[in-house]
């Protein structure tokens, strides 16, 4: 340690008495701008701790005479944000969803709402970018089981598929031509290399010929005479490329013996009407609609 009261040759100022590996720290005085800026701050905190909630207590913190807080902030631009919206809102659920697009503002406010609706209740199955998936429909082509129309898609929305508990889902069920012994195994195979032959695939000439008049005789009714669809009755097109559960011989045959019957909920009593109607709006835009 060096001597507190040690003036320093080089400089001429007093030591404070430390020293490091022979270097003496100066007993320097602080610029008067840093200590009036440092005095300021003082002021400032205490005018702060004063006028804004700030000393932590047991079961809370002191309010300030102010009383400001930023919850109640918060909530105040949540209710103004809400103010806003109810003008759309009430706008959205008394047009019918057939006339929105008519509304070049009312179309924009219902594709955001819908946007970040999807996001929350929708993508888990379809997918962040709607591209679907095994089993969940990709929503961006031109395959719509029910129908790609906006009141198609509105209506799918609002009651489901398949979903018990809304007496107005949509409802197709395909017979297990295979588990309930509705036909042989050798027809189902045969039916499965007709399917392949309608949608353009590669496919085993004899079979798909016995298949055509199983097809015929089982499938025309619902499918259509060449697989194109009936969207009345939610049987999908088996003429095109895109396959809900895999378009190989054996899945057709899997599906077919056994078929998978998916389900989707009923967003109406969940999300209501307004928000059903920004879905459908959003969906009905990604480019897939009718």
């Known amino acids: 340690m060096a001597d507190k009261n040690e003036i320093d040759e080089v ?4 030591t404070t008495g ?7 720290e100066l007993n320097n005085p602080l610029p008067r701008w840093w200590l009036w800026t440092f005095y300021a701050t003082i002021i400032w905190t205490i005018g702060y701790t004063i006028l804004y909630p700030a000393w932590p207590g047991i079961t809370g913190a002191t309010a300030g005479v102010l009383g400001w807080s930023s ?5 105040q631009d949540i209710e103004a944000a809400k103010a806003d919206q109810a003008v759309f809102l009430d706008k959205l659920a008394a047009t019918d969803v057939t006339e929105i697009s008519a509304d070049a503002d009312l179309v924009q406010f219902a594709t955001a709402g819908g946007a970040s609706t999807f996001k929350v209740y929708c993508e888990q199955c379809h997918g ?10 990709n929503l961006n082509d031109d395959a719509w089981i029910w129908g790609g129309t906006i009141e198609d898609i509105y209506t799918t929305l ?3 598929a398949r979903y018990e508990a809304d007496e107005d889902t949509r409802i197709s069920d395909m017979p297990a031509f295979g588990r309930d012994e509705l036909l042989e195994r050798g027809d189902i195979v045969d039916v499965a ?3 392949r032959k309608l949608s353009g695939q ?7 010929e016995r298949g055509a008049v199983i097809f015929e005789e089982n499938c025309g009714f619902c499918h259509g005479e060449q697989g194109e669809g009936m969207a009345e009755v939610g049987a999908p097109n088996l003429s095109d490329a895109i396959w809900l559960y895999g378009g190989t011989h054996a899945d057709i045959v899997a599906q077919v013996t056994n078929p998978r019957q998916g389900v989707m909920p009923a967003w109406g009593d969940r999300l209501g009407e ?3 109607k920004q879905l459908a709006v959003y969906v009905h835009g990604l480019g897939g609609g009718q």
């Open 11 to 14: 400089s001429g100022v007093e």
């Open 18 to 24: 430390h020293e490091w590996d022979g270097i003496k």
């Open 71 to 75: 919850r109640a902030e918060l909530q």
């Open 128 to 137: 962040s970018g709607a591209q679907g998936g095994p089993g969940y429909p």
């Open 158 to 160: 609002m009651h489901g």
């Open 193 to 195: 290399w007709y399917v």
């Open 202 to 208: 590669e496919f085993e000439e004899a079979n798909a």
């Open 274 to 276: 307004a928000t059903v």
